[in-house]
């Protein structure tokens, strides 16, 4: 396969309401795709930064620029999915500008040769269960309406965003109104410290799955002291940046499960080996969301459906955060999602509603 080039694209993509976590309100996804040219099918990535670094180092800006004046022109001559994470290898950082580059190349690839992410990656279910992200609310009433309305549409799990001065009593509130049996698990985005871990422990009385990225993403020793102190197992998410990481976190007892996402990872391929890793070591692991559009929540539907991921993911349906998705919406039934079986990512974007929400678009040919 030959690659003439990419077109990047940012999309403005409102959200059906406010997102809250303990980095801050969004209520808009500046969504940046990346089209892969080739010679034979065009690829689609997704790049799922944020338009500010506040989840991680990266941003929209940062992402363009460097696609456009570095990672990009390395990409000369590269056939293959594998071939860009080789190409890519001595630039540092950047994880997710590499993912999604590495997504367009192997969907393009895929989509020529006729086969599915779902095969290519090592799918073993046709459908996957859905657990949903709920922000940070104004009040615990109107928690406990959004959880009601999340467990009425059939979400198999429920997770909590948290910060300090909202944890302990919000949980405690969903366990009162929606019983014990109720998947339950929290994700503190780094909002807490090791002074914290008595107070983190209180949680341990409501039987939650895991608390997820309590402490910032460099303390990995943090995580392993709070493992000791906090009964409740650690999920780590913003700390994971590779398969090695992986690997240190888990030597560490950093991490008892893994919140697993390609592009923070690096792309798809990565994001198996960590998979891998983890099963060799008795890791469970699940497939975190970046409130994709439909380009990357088809291809986090399929990576969620390999035997390893044995938690349900922030794998949710496309109206949890959009009135309309660029692709066909993925609608929930039975709280599960169909693995898409098509070539490559198995959609594709309506073009028209990709022009009327599309903000700025460029080539950048190799
Ligand atoms: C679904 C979920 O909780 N995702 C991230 C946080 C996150 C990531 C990317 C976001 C982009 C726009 C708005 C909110 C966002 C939240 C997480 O697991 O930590
Ligand atoms: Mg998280």
Same mark, same amino acid.
């Given at each position: 396969?030959?690659?003439?080039?990419?077109?990047?694209?940012?999309?403005?993509?409102?959200?059906?309401?406010?997102?809250?976590?303990?980095?801050?309100?969004?209520?808009?996804?500046?969504?940046?795709?990346?089209?892969?040219?080739?010679?034979?099918?065009?690829?689609?990535?997704?790049?799922?930064?944020?338009?500010? =670094?506040?989840?991680?180092?990266?941003?929209?800006?940062?992402?363009?620029?460097?696609?456009?004046?570095?990672?990009?022109?390395?990409?000369?001559?590269?056939?293959?999915?594998?071939?860009?994470?080789?190409?890519?290898?001595?630039?540092?950082?950047?994880?997710?500008?590499?993912?999604?580059?590495?997504?367009?190349?192997?969907?393009?690839?895929?989509?020529?040769?006729?086969?599915?992410?779902?095969?290519?990656?090592?799918?073993?279910?046709?459908?996957?269960?859905?657990?949903?992200?709920?922000?940070?609310?104004?009040?615990? =009433?109107?928690?406990?309406?959004?959880?009601?309305?999340?467990?009425?549409?059939?979400?198999?799990?429920?997770?909590?965003?948290?910060? =300090?001065?909202?944890?302990?009593?919000?949980?405690?509130?969903?366990?009162?109104?929606?019983?014990?049996?109720?998947?339950?698990?929290?994700?503190?985005?780094?909002?807490?410290?090791?002074?914290?871990?008595?107070?983190?422990?209180?949680?341990?009385?409501?039987?939650?799955?895991?608390?997820?990225?309590?402490?910032?993403?460099?303390?990995?020793?943090?995580?392993?002291?709070?493992?000791?102190?906090?009964?409740?197992?650690?999920?780590?998410?913003?700390?994971?940046?590779?398969?090695?990481?992986?690997?240190?976190?888990?030597?560490?007892?950093?991490?008892?499960?893994?919140?697993?996402?390609?592009?923070?990872?690096?792309?798809?391929?990565?994001?198996?080996?960590?998979?891998?890793?983890?099963?060799?070591?008795?890791?469970?692991?699940?497939?975190?969301?970046?409130?994709?559009?439909?380009?990357?929540?088809?291809?986090?539907?399929?990576?969620?459906?390999?035997?390893?991921?044995?938690?349900?993911?922030?794998?949710?349906?496309?109206?949890?955060?959009?009135?309309?998705?660029?692709?066909?919406?993925?609608?929930?039934?039975?709280?599960?999602?169909?693995? =898409?079986?098509?070539?490559?990512?198995?959609?594709?974007?309506?073009?028209?509603?990709?022009?009327?929400?599309?903000?700025?678009?460029?080539?950048?040919?190799?």
């Amino acid at each position: 396969m030959r690659l003439h080039g990419f077109e990047l694209r940012r999309v403005a993509m409102p959200l059906v309401s406010p997102f809250r976590t303990s980095f801050g309100t969004q209520t808009e996804r500046d969504v940046l795709l990346v089209r892969a040219i080739t010679d034979g099918a065009d690829g689609w990535g997704e790049c799922v930064v944020l338009s500010d =670094p506040l989840y991680s180092p990266e941003y929209v800006d940062a992402a363009v620029d460097v696609m456009r004046r570095h990672l990009i022109p390395a990409l000369a001559g590269v056939t293959d999915a594998p071939g860009v994470g080789e190409a890519l290898k001595a630039f540092k950082g950047h994880r997710m500008s590499k993912g999604a580059l590495e997504m367009a190349v192997l969907d393009a690839e895929l989509r020529t040769e006729g086969r599915s992410f779902a095969r290519e990656l090592g799918s073993v279910h046709d459908r996957v269960p859905c657990g949903v992200s709920v922000g940070i609310m104004d009040s615990i =009433p109107a928690l406990l309406d959004a959880v009601d309305g999340y467990l009425s549409e059939g979400y198999v799990r429920i997770k909590l965003k948290i910060e =300090p001065g909202w944890d302990v009593d919000a949980v405690r509130a969903v366990r009162e109104r929606f019983g014990d049996d109720v998947l339950l698990q929290v994700d503190a985005n780094t909002a807490y410290t090791l002074r914290d871990a008595r107070h983190l422990a209180k949680l341990d009385d409501f039987d939650l799955l895991l608390i997820e990225q309590p402490l910032e993403e460099e303390d990995i020793l943090g995580h392993a002291d709070l493992a000791r102190i906090v009964r409740t197992p650690i999920c780590l998410d913003e700390s994971i940046t590779s398969a090695q990481t992986a690997a240190a976190a888990i030597r560490l007892g950093a991490t008892q499960v893994i919140n697993i996402k390609p592009g923070r990872v690096g792309g798809y391929l990565e994001a198996r080996r960590i998979h891998d890793l983890a099963v060799a070591h008795g890791i469970a692991v699940w497939c975190g969301g970046m409130v994709e559009s439909g380009i990357g929540r088809a291809a986090n539907v399929a990576l969620a459906s390999l035997p390893g991921f044995t938690l349900p993911g922030d794998v949710s349906a496309s109206d949890r955060f959009y009135h309309q998705d660029i692709t066909a919406p993925f609608v929930m039934r039975d709280g599960h999602l169909d693995v =898409p079986t098509g070539p490559g990512l198995g959609v594709e974007p309506d073009e028209t509603i990709l022009e009327s929400l599309t903000t700025w678009v460029e080539q950048v040919t190799i």
